[in-house]
């Protein structure tokens, strides 16, 4: 079965950092888009930033230049390296899985980062 793991979440201080992770399995992993997406209390779901199977990202304005994703094809994991956090990044951060032009997309269960003094 799909599964797709995250963890790393935690409560953090503003300026302070934080490495989520996420392990994916049940899927030929590379031909995956995989991204962050995350859901702030009171928000709609929004995306985080995303990583082509090739390695090319893509990031939201409000993440830029503090946060950075990665991935490992032989392990199967996507990284979000996040730094600067602020109170405006507390939220449930979820890992996705996806095809370009297909229709498997998949979504773990989430993990809470808190981002308070």
């Known amino acids: 079965q799909v599964r797709l793991v995250e963890s790393g979440g935690g409560l953090v201080q503003p300026g302070h950092s934080l490495r989520l992770s996420c392990a994916a399995s049940?899927?030929?992993?590379?031909?995956?888009?995989m991204g962050w997406y995350r859901q702030a209390p009171g928000k709609q779901r929004e995306l985080v930033a995303t990583?082509?199977?090739?390695?090319?990202?893509n990031y939201a304005d409000s993440v830029k230049g503090r946060f950075t994703i990665s991935r490992d094809n032989i392990e199967k994991t996507v990284t979000l390296q996040m730094n600067s956090l602020n109170p405006e990044d507390t939220a449930v951060y979820y890992c996705?899985?996806?095809?370009?032009?297909?229709?498997?997309?998949?979504w773990g269960q989430g993990t809470q980062v808190t981002v308070s003094s």
């Open positions: 996705n899985a996806r095809v370009a032009f297909g229709s498997a997309n998949y």
């Open positions: 990583i082509a199977g090739g390695g090319s990202a």
């Open positions: 049940g899927i030929i992993f590379r031909l995956f888009d």
